[in-house]
């Protein structure tokens, strides 16, 4: 079984800049969480999709960040402008009801923003 | 939301030592999981464990959610043990946002 796949691996921007990460899940989990991990620290929730329905985006910074699932299957988180305070490790997520919600992530999306 | 505190925060052991992490948070819980973060920073899953104590080889977890803590049980230390460990509880309550800790980092020197 294919896990969650993210993309790009690594970008590195320029503050003011925009990027855009992209994460497809594992077959079948209607629930998609997007994490911000800053390094030394544990990560935080940014969005939480439930097929394509936000649950959660209460620390989603919307002035700059922008986050979609179409179709409920693949997502795309968008940052723009870039400030660098938002060099971290982008980490997506997703879980089945079936398996009592147990996370899987993917590989993570690292960004550094000079 | 929950509040979640890992211990110790830093922990380095020999080669072939056992050791236990702790995990305590805040509220009741319906979920609970143990992380291992290897070093190239992918969470990899050890333990869905909600209550009760599971085993994996040499890795086991209690939790025992009337007392709102858990444990990780690491015996028999490998170097490949090293990374960063977080729980992420799930409160039974209002939100259910899986919530991480700060982590424990271990070092396991050979």
């Known amino acids: 079984e294919a896990g969650v796949a993210q993309s790009p691996r690594y970008k590195i921007i320029e503050k003011r800049q925009s990027v855009a990460f992209w994460c497809n899940p594992i077959?079948?989990?209607?629930?998609l969480y997007w994490y911000q991990q800053i390094l030394g620290q544990g990560p935080k929730l940014l969005i939480q999709f439930q097929n394509n329905g936000v649950v959660d985006d209460s620390q989603l910074p919307k002035d700059r960040f922008s986050a979609e699932r179409l179709k409920g299957v693949d997502s795309t988180l968008k940052i723009q402008p870039a400030k660098l305070e938002d060099s971290a490790v982008y980490l997506c997520?997703?879980?089945?009801?079936?398996?009592?919600?147990?996370?899987?992530f993917g590989e993570g999306s690292w960004l550094t923003v000079v | 939301g929950i509040q979640v505190e890992q211990s110790p925060p830093d922990l380095i052991l020999q080669e072939g030592a056992n050791s236990t992490l702790r995990c305590n948070f805040s509220?009741?819980?319906?979920?609970l999981q143990w992380f291992h973060q290897n070093p190239w920073g992918q969470l990899i899953n050890l333990f869905y464990i909600p209550s009760g104590t599971k085993q994996n080889g040499r890795l086991s977890a209690t939790t025992v959610a009337t007392e709102r803590y858990s444990l990780l049980y690491i015996s028999s230390s490998q170097t490949t043990d090293s990374g960063v460990y977080f729980c992420?509880?799930?409160?039974?309550?209002?939100?259910?946002?899986?919530?991480f800790g700060r982590g424990t980092s271990l070092i396991v020197h050979p």
């Open positions: 077959s079948g989990h209607a629930t």
């Open positions: 992420a509880p799930r409160s039974s309550g209002g939100s259910y946002i899986p919530t």
């Open positions: 997520a997703s879980s089945s009801q079936g398996e009592g919600n147990t996370i899987y």
């Open positions: 509220d009741s819980v319906n979920n």
